[in-house]
């Protein structure tokens, strides 16, 4: 990631006017997205202001740059594999009831990415992290060990693969939760996924683990997920004297992913203003504002928002 340098989005309708298989060109109407953006007019020059960032855009200034620019952008599709999360979540709740009578494993139809380690690189990349908690889950194990852990492992297990499914990786455990990791090329296309697939982890939560965990006399679960959008690097740790060692991802967008679910309360999923200034209207049109202490993740007056 280039220092000082800054990430911003605009989102348009498009209308292709033409388009060459041959030649693998496309030519394209683009508009501001009426969703996002008012149109002013000042002094006989037009304006967009943002709904939601509250920025003011004038795309005379910025026209003839962004037409440099798109000339040789890549374009990258989302690499989820699945396109309806209900009706993927009702159809592995019945294999999760056969799973928990029959005590086998049935493999999802659809194609999981295979699991990542988070890689040390010679630069800093930008990631999204999306944490996941069990809410209550101590006392919950203390009640009942050998019920929990039953209910541990099946809960891993399906979001686990939901992460999959939105070509993400499970980074760390946590005992009663656990974090995850997304590293899409297109930073649109990551920050859109992350916010799909925490209200999507919360889906199959609903309609896959809690239905079929009370199928069979077990407790359902509530979770509470955060994420957001920044920098990450990996750094090795080690204490020389006992010839310990270890690698640390280090990024204020992890840390900040834990202490916003730390916020939330049963089924709730918060998000950071640094994934929020990044998504697609859509995710933006179901997004709401809710208190929290900046000052907890080292940044006063820091926004979080709560994604229905």
């Known amino acids: 990631m280039t220092k000082g340098y800054t990430r911003a989005r605009m989102d348009f309708t498009v209308r292709i006017i033409r388009a060459d298989d041959v030649s693998r060109t496309v030519e394209v109407e683009l508009n501001p997205d009426e969703r996002r953006y008012t149109k002013i007019t000042k002094d006989e020059e037009v304006f967009y202001l943002d709904k ?142 992350t916010v799909d697939l925490g209200i999507s982890l919360l889906v199959v939560l609903r309609d896959t683990v809690n239905p079929a965990l009370e199928k069979m006399g077990l407790d359902p679960i509530s979770i509470r997920v955060g994420a957001d959008h920044g920098p990450a690097e990996v750094r090795e740790f080690c204490v020389p004297a006992t010839g310990f060692v270890q690698k640390e991802v280090l990024s204020d967008a992890l840390n900040r992913a834990v202490k916003i679910e730390e916020s939330c309360d049963s089924d709730q999923f918060r998000i950071g203003r640094s994934l929020y200034e990044l998504m697609h209207v859509q995710w933006l049109e179901r997004a709401t504002e809710v208190p929290f202490d900046g000052q907890s993740v080292g940044i006063d007056h820091y926004k979080m928002y709560e994604v229905q």
């Not at 005379?60 to 798109?70: D, V």
């Not at 699945?82 to 294999?95: F, I």
């Not at 990542?116 to 203390?142: H, K, N």
């Not at 297990?157 to 499914?165: H, I, S, Y």
């Open 52 to 193: 939601y960032l509250k920025t003011l855009v004038s795309l005379e200034e910025k026209k003839s740059a962004m037409m440099n620019q798109m000339q040789q952008l890549p374009i990258f599709g989302s690499p989820r594999e699945v396109d309806s999360v209900p009706k993927y979540a009702a159809k592995r709740r019945s294999a999760v009831v056969g799973e928990l009578a029959s005590g086998q494993y049935v493999t999802p139809e659809e194609n999981a990415s295979t699991h990542r380690d988070f890689q040390s690189q010679s630069e800093i990349r930008e990631i999204s992290c999306v944490s996941v908690d069990i809410c209550g889950a101590t006392a919950r194990r203390i009640r009942d060990s050998t019920a929990f852990d039953k209910a541990y492992e099946i809960f891993l297990r399906e979001l686990g693969t939901v992460v999959g499914l939105f070509d993400g990786s499970i980074l760390k455990l946590k005992g009663d939760g656990f974090v995850a990791w997304l590293d899409t090329p297109g930073f649109t296309v990551l920050c859109d996924n």
